[in-house]
Nanobody
Framework: QVQLVESGGGLVQAGGSLRLSCAASGRTFSSNSMAWFRQAPGNAREVVAAIGWSATNTYYADSVKGRFAISRDNAKTTVYLQMDNLKPRDTAIYYC?????????????????WGQGTQVTVSS
């Protein structure tokens, strides 16, 4: 069984930075695509960034381009989300997800395994 454990969330002022981590266990990691989603109160869950089995194959939502960076360390079976220049609208619970497919997808339905989520709160 796959387990995903997120960490790194917290409270930060606008303009600040956070780095989220998601440690995977239970199956082969290097051939799977991964993604970060987020869900703010009253909103649907949305994709933030995704990364294919090749770390050079990435996707970003328009709202975070130029501010967030997704990366992965296959040796540590961990995916990261570096978040810079955070804004109050980035406040949400952030979830990491793993797909059986090697190439990234922005579709929530393509991801079979999910972490428990980590809260990110950005104050103005």
């Amino acid at each position: 069984q796959v387990q995903l454990v997120e960490s790194g969330g917290g409270l930060v002022q606008a303009g600040g930075s956070l780095r989220l981590s998601c440690a995977a266990s239970g199956r082969t990691f290097s051939s799977n695509s991964m993604a970060w989603f987020r869900q703010a109160p009253g909103n649907a869950r949305e994709v933030v960034a995704a990364i294919g089995w090749s770390a050079t194959n990435t996707y970003y939502a328009d709202s975070v381009k130029g501010r967030f960076a997704i990366s992965r360390d296959n040796a540590k079976t961990t995916v990261y989300l570096q978040m810079d220049n955070l804004k109050p609208r980035d406040t949400a619970i952030y979830y990491c997800a793993l797909s059986h497919a090697p190439f990234w997808s922005s579709q929530e339905s393509q991801y079979s395994y999910w972490g428990q989520g980590t809260q990110v709160t950005v104050s103005s």
